[in-house]
Each structure stands twice: as structure tokens, then as C-alpha cells.
């Protein structure tokens, strides 16, 4: 197990509604990251729990899906109607670099792998029933959508499934949302920097792939655009496109079907 050189989690007198809190030293980061944590109740004798890591957009921060979206109201929810079985959830904040990180490695942060192998670590570290074992997935909504896709394809030795809501699929898009030039996500490999050009280089090793955007939604055209390109090469995935536009009200809804996604790769007895 990665250790850290501090890692600290709530005290759970003080916790609510199954939220937890770690902050941990990333050297990815070179300093401390956050991240909110829902951990539904009966995991306690669990091993090999599955877990979930959800990536919030520009502006936003560890506590966005929770307290934004109370995604981890609809999760216990669909638990305790047995409609999926107990995950556990990590939101961790992007590294807090601007406007937002677009979850790639630039000046000298690499928050690529703060997301791919601290947040994994920390969770380890902290909560017992996940485990070397456990199977991993990855969503996001917006520039989440494009941290979950990047990361989830490069590093799919790890996770088995990503789904993202209303992505980015292009870092030039990052344009439409931050005031930051944007040079500073340029990376050595452009390849990097585009969702399909990833996608190509790891064809043959894809976790499975859910996306969907709303029909208002300024992302619409892009895409559509990726889902015609994988259609064309092609790549199996799921594609959706729903009332609604790029907003909260649209992910707290939409991010139920990620999760109702990510349960078909799991037996009911994990």
C-alpha cells in the first residue's frame, strides 16, 4: 500500500449523512488534497469493496457532488432498494489549480496521477473494506468527463468501466469555461489532450464506456462528434442524449445511470 507522508480523516462523531473527509500529502499535488468520501453503512464485514471515483467539473471541489448534487442520497437510495449493491464513493477535488486542472499533468503538478494512484491509495489507506481486490470505476461530469474518460482509458489496468455526463472530449475546450491561457494544458503528447486520439491508442484495451450529454448542452456538438467516431472505429459503447442543459439538475439525475451502469459488473454478493 502507498504510504503518505500525513493523511488525515474525519472523526466520525461528527460525520453526516455516511459523508467522510481525508486530507492527504500528494506529491503529485506538492501538498495536500482533499477528498469527500460517501460510505454507505453495512460495509463494515465487506471485502473487496467496489469503488467509485467521481470527478467534479470547473470551479468545484470535493464537495461538489455531494453538496451540489447529493449524488450520495440518490446512492443510498438505490442501495437500500437493492437496485445496486453498497460502493463506496470518492469525490476528490481536481488539485485546485485555476479554474480547474482539466486533470492533466502541467506546471509541475501532476494531477493525473493524483486522481489514477493517490485517491485509490488514500481510500486503501483509510477505509478497510476496499482492497487490492476491489474493482474500480470512474465518471465525471464536464471537465470531470474528460478526467474520467483520459484517465479511465490510459489506465485500464485499473478500472473496468467509465461513464462521464456532458464531457469535454477536447482540453481546447476548456476555452469555454476558464480564464486561464490556454497553453497551460499543452502536453508533450497531443494525444493527451484529445478523448478519441486516447481512446485510439488504447483500442484494444478499452474499459467498457458510458457517456451522455443534454440536448441544450453547449458540449452537444463535440459530443456527438466522439460518438460518431467511436461508431465508425468500431469502439462498443453507450451513448445518451437527454432533456437538459450543462447543470446540476442534469448530473443529479444522469449520474444515477452511471451508477446503474457500473453495477452490471458487479455480482450482487461483492
Known amino acids: 500500500m502507498k504510504e503518505f507522508r500525513t493523511i488525515e480523516i474525519s472523526n466520525p462523531r461528527f460525520e453526516n449523512d455516511f459523508l467522510r473527509y481525508i486530507t492527504v500529502k500528494s506529491k503529485n499535488l506538492k501538498g495536500r488534497g482533499d477528498i469527500c468520501v460517501f ?11 467496489p469503488l467509485v471515483i467521481l470527478l467534479h467539473g470547473v470551479y468545484g471541489s470535493s464537495w461538489s457532488w455531494a453538496l451540489s448534487g447529493g449524488v450520495h442520497i440518490s446512492f443510498l437510495s438505490l442501495i437500500k432498494k437493492k437496485l445496486m449493491p453498497p460502493m463506496i464513493i ?4 481536481d488539485g485546485l489549480w485555476g479554474d480547474g486542472s482539466a486533470y492533466l499533468s502541467h506546471n509541475n503538478y501532476n ?3 493524483w ?13 478497510p473494506a476496499v482492497t487490492d481486490d476491489s474493482k474500480m ?6 471537465m470531470g468527463g474528460f478526467g474520467a474518460f483520459k484517465i479511465g482509458v490510459k489506465y485500464h489496468d485499473i478500472f473496468t468501466a467509465i461513464a462521464a455526463h456532458s464531457s469535454i472530449t477536447n482540453v481546447q475546450q476548456m476555452k469555454l469555461f476558464v480564464e486561464e491561457n490556454i497553453e497551460n494544458y499543452k502536453q508533450e503528447d497531443s494525444t493527451e489532450e484529445d478523448i478519441f486520439a486516447t481512446i485510439l491508442k488504447y483500442k484494444e484495451r478499452l474499459p467498457a464506456i458510458s ?4 440536448i441544450t448542452d453547449p458540449l452537444l456538438e463535440d459530443n456527438r462528434l466522439l460518438h460518431q467516431q467511436l461508431i465508425e472505429n468500431g469502439i462498443v459503447h453507450d451513448y445518451e442524449e437527454y432533456e437538459g442543459g450543462h447543470e446540476w439538475s442534469y448530473w443529479q439525475e444522469h449520474v444515477i445511470d452511471s451508477m ?5 459488473f458487479l455480482n450482487r454478493t461483492n
Open 39 to 49: 460510505v454507505p453503512p453495512g460495509i463494515e464485514e465487506m471485502t473487496a469493496c
Open 90 to 93: 470518492a469525490m476528490p477535488s
Open 111 to 113: 494531477f493525473e496521477k
Open 115 to 127: 486522481i489514477a494512484e493517490d485517491v485509490p491509495a488514500a481510500i486503501k489507506n483509510c477505509i
Open 137 to 142: 470505476f470512474i465518471g465525471g461530469l464536464s
Open 211 to 214: 457517456f451522455d450529454c443534454g
Open 260 to 264: 446503474l451502469f457500473f453495477s452490471r
